[in-house]
């Protein structure tokens, strides 16, 4: 998710500026996700989230808002798929009825609470500051044998070998053709920067790679790993001749370790 969302700020900023001609950031911050641990909050931020339209003024009633996940959980949307239904509903209860029945009491809750209108900051649930200084900013791990999704609305689900980040730098280094001491160097020749993207893409978005560890096996700053992961996944999209590298780069890093059992 902050790599889609960097992405899309990025691009909106470079459009708006260019359209009228300013200078300098146009979102207050970088985008910021908060780790919810408690049913009960994540209830209460889904009915936050799905009456956002109300508390702007936009609409009266969530179900008049076309962009709203609300249409769909109470199944006023027909053939769109804008959020899980049944995960969302399994939040309430593992039964439908009693699921949607709690959902829309959540719903008149939130919607009688002072904070409804309030940004992220303002949240019962989200402490604004920065973290006590014991408490790490990691990356969140998920399980990597559920479904992935990329950035194109495409499953990564196939499953891949397990294997420590340096064998697969080794191998993608070979399948890439270029040096590992290239790709984790300074030089910035096009085949090495293309090495560079698609070996991180492929090793986030398919060996389950964090994008933190992919940094650090590269020699890269952070920030860095994760350019290379979104310009990946932008390229994949729109360049069918890189998603073919892509899918290539992948298959060679696959039969190498089959070769070897």
Known sequence: MSRSMGFIQHRFSQSFNGRHRVFGPFW?????????????YLRQLIAYIHLKPVAAGIVKDPEKYRWSGHREVVRKAVGRRLVDVDETLLAFSPKRRSALAEYRSAMATVLGEDWRG?????????????????????????????P????????????RPSMKIEDFLERGAVAVGISLADLKGRKRGAPIVEGRIILAWVGVELFGFTVKGMAEGLDKHLETASRLVSRAAQQRVEDRSFRAKLQRVDSIIVKSTEDEN
């Open 28 to 40: 207050q911050s970088r985008y910021r996700s908060k780790f919810v641990d408690d049913n009960e």
């Open 118 to 146: 309030n940004g992220p900051g303002g949240l019962p649930w989200w402490r604004v500051g920065r973290p006590p200084k014991h408490e790490k900013e990691d990356e969140i791990t998920v399980d990597g044998t559920r």
């Open 148 to 159: 992935r999704i990329g950035m194109d609305g495409l499953s990564n689900v196939l499953s």
